[in-house]
């Protein structure tokens, strides 16, 4: 099965390896097993398979078994890891480094991609996203928000630009801001039930 390749960065071989890569990158001293790596980048078991031995191949990933399962982790002593993780967290990273600093906000409800990342996220062929648009919804606190993208721009490589608002400002049919973003590719960086 030909695959095309990956509109964030077009080196890489997919979008699989693209976001298997970045979970990695994000947590490198993490093992992790195969089915979790699948489900949390959304692909099958097999396909996340084909991809790490592909990358255990080349020296990229460390893959050790424990029982039945397979974990894997980011092989931090190959030579290329610090110059392939920054290209994965430039390119891949952004979700996974969202997820992992805006998980812990009091008072988030929920938080999406949108823009020109999210749409080269999505498969658009776009020019490299400049910077990583994030809108914010619930209650939460605005400084702690702005450090936290702050420290987000600095893992990613690219400005975080947030937006904050409200939930009855997330949900108001009114606002042409918010129809704006809904109606074009969205990626859920948390969503809270």
């Not at 290329?80 to 996974?96: A, D, H, N, Q, T």
């Not at 823009?115 to 498969?123: E, K, T």
Request: net charge negative; hydrophobic share 40%.
């Amino acid at each position: 099965m030909k695959t095309s390749s990956p509109s964030l960065m077009p080196i890489l071989r997919s979008n699989v390896q693209g976001r298997l890569l970045a979970v990695l990158c994000v947590g490198p001293e993490q093992e992790y097993s195969i089915s979790d790596l699948a489900s949390r980048v959304e692909t099958a078991v097999p396909t996340a398979l084909r991809e790490i031995r592909r990358l255990e191949l080349a020296g990229l990933v460390r893959v050790r078994a424990m029982g039945n399962m397979q974990l894997v982790r980011t092989n931090t002593e190959h030579l290329l890891f610090e110059s392939l993780s920054k290209i994965v967290l430039y390119s891949f990273g952004p979700l996974e480094i969202l997820k992992e600093l805006f998980r812990g906000l009091s008072g988030l409800e929920q938080a999406y991609i949108f823009g020109s990342w999210a749409a080269a996220y999505s498969g658009a062929e776009v020019r490299d996203p400049g910077d990583v648009d994030l809108v914010l919804v619930g209650d939460f606190d605005r400084a702690d928000a702005f450090e936290l993208s702050l420290k987000a721009s600095h893992q990613i490589g690219k400005e975080v630009s947030v937006s904050n608002l409200s939930e009855s400002d997330w949900n108001s049919a009114e606002s042409s801001f918010v129809k704006t973003i809904k109606s074009r590719p969205l990626v859920t960086v948390l969503d809270r039930p």
